[in-house]
């Protein structure tokens, strides 16, 4: 579902992916851990189309990122076609990010309705069903402010399976919560997993990766130092840096 190899990214004289080699197999959950600013948010990006890619190749599910190949010939994607290819990517974010003025199904059927011009009373139910498979289907008519981080974050979670996305992103999505609301998210993402949906996460919840996750990637300054089986990549690692990162983190 995702391939990267060697990809390069950089901001100006700053080089943020140093050639990142990676593979998610459909069905599967990716952990991305490692340090702050080890490029693991940008790499997320890369994958939906949020930034441009300066060098090696990235592939989401068999198409090259940012671009439509034609014969052997290869153009890059218009504005219509980035968006066409995104709305197949879910991703859920540290914050919420949630439509404040919008009730938790209001936020859910907003781009299916608008972007995929689903009739709004198959949205509603499709809505209804996915609150209920996140654990709030008693919270459908409450304000983002009415609900608490953790809700939040599952209607946020609703909100981007509600457009039947092949692959899901999350970043660091459970980092901003009140400990004691990590819980129902994971919980959740759990569900998701063992559903089939294709996974990427960056997270440094290393019980969770070490449960759902089939593979583990620890990634330091933009290149990926260890990846495997997340029962050995976070338990008995390889190498010093990785040691030193979970030293840290457990
Ligand atoms: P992580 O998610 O692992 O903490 P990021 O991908 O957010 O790392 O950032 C990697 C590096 O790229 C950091 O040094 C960060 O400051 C830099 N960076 C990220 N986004 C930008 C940007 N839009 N412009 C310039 N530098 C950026
Ligand atoms: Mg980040």
Redesign the pocket.
């Known amino acids: 579902m995702v391939h990267a190899e060697g990809v390069r990214k950089h901001?100006?004289k700053?080089e943020?992916l140093k050639g990142i080699d990676l593979t998610v197999e459909r069905g599967q959950v990716c952990c991305l851990l490692?340090?702050?600013?080890?490029?693991?948010?940008?790499?997320l990006?890369c994958i939906n189309h949020l930034e441009k890619v300066d060098g090696g190749r990235l592939t989401v599910d068999g198409d090259l990122v940012g671009y439509r190949q034609a014969g052997n010939r290869l153009h890059e994607l218009r504005e219509t076609e980035v968006a066409e290819r995104r709305r197949e990517i879910g991703m859920v974010f540290q914050r919420f990010n949630l439509f404040p003025h919008m009730t938790a199904l209001e936020n859910i059927i907003e781009a299916p309705v608008r972007v995929n011009g689903v009739n709004k009373s198959d949205a509603r139910a499709e809505a209804q069903r996915l609150l209920d498979r996140v654990g709030l289907g008693d919270r459908a008519d409450h304000y983002p402010s009415q609900l608490s981080g953790g809700q939040q974050q599952r209607v946020a979670i609703a909100r981007a399976l509600a457009m039947k996305p092949k692959l899901m992103l999350f970043?660091e999505p459970t980092s901003a919560l009140d400990p004691e609301l990590v819980g129902d998210v994971l919980d959740v993402m759990r569900d998701l997993a063992s559903e089939g949906m294709t996974m990427v996460v960056?997270t440094h919840e290393i019980g969770f990766a070490r449960e759902v996750g089939d593979t583990a990637v620890f990634?330091d300054d933009?290149v990926v130092v260890e990846a495997g089986d997340p029962r050995t990549v976070l338990v008995n690692p390889e190498q010093e840096r990785t040691k030193a990162f979970l030293s840290k983190v457990l």
């Open positions: 901001y100006g700053l943020v490692g340090p702050s600013g080890s490029g693991k948010s940008t790499f990006r970043d960056v990634m933009g």
